[in-house]
């Protein structure tokens, strides 16, 4: 893995891999840093728009930044990029669930989220969960 010197040194070059920006931008939100890490994935979309994990990393900051109009925002933008990808349904689940009051939506995102997954998905039992909370509250 490369460390925070060596992904500087990799953006900095001519075409810098979207990989990149996603990791700083990790870091930075691992050191609470959300306004670094939201503006890493910005800079990153002028380069790599289509790339799924910028909207996906960016949201992440956004939610812990309770912004949570623009992390919907990003979790769209994620689910129209790759629609295959069940994170981007479990943020979008979460947000409708306990921002938005859309249970049916939450649910939906949830439920979705569990099919795409695979077997030995990490977020399979926190999403599982999140379902149950969501059918109970209806």
């Known amino acids: 893995p490369l460390d925070g010197a ?21 870091m930075k939100m691992a050191a609470g840093d959300f306004d670094g890490a939201v503006a890493d994935c910005t800079e990153g979309m002028k ?3 289509k790339h799924y ?11 812990q930044m309770r912004e949570w109009e623009n992390a919907f925002d990003d979790i769209e933008e994620a689910v129209r990029i790759s629609p ?17 009051d859309d249970l049916a939506g939450a649910i939906a995102d949830y439920e979705k989220a569990l099919a795409l997954a695979p077997k ?4 399979r039992a926190a999403v599982t969960q999140m379902l149950e909370s969501a059918r109970k509250q209806k």
């Open 6 to 26: 060596e992904l500087d040194e990799c953006i900095k070059r001519p075409d810098p891999v979207a990989g990149a920006w996603v990791k700083r931008a990790q």
């Open 120 to 123: 030995g998905w990490q977020n």
């Open 47 to 49: 380069r790599h728009l």
């Open 84 to 100: 295959k990808e069940p994170e981007a349904y479990a943020y979008r689940g979460q947000i409708r669930q306990f921002e938005k």
């Open 53 to 63: 994990n910028l909207h996906i990393v960016r949201a992440g900051a956004r939610l």
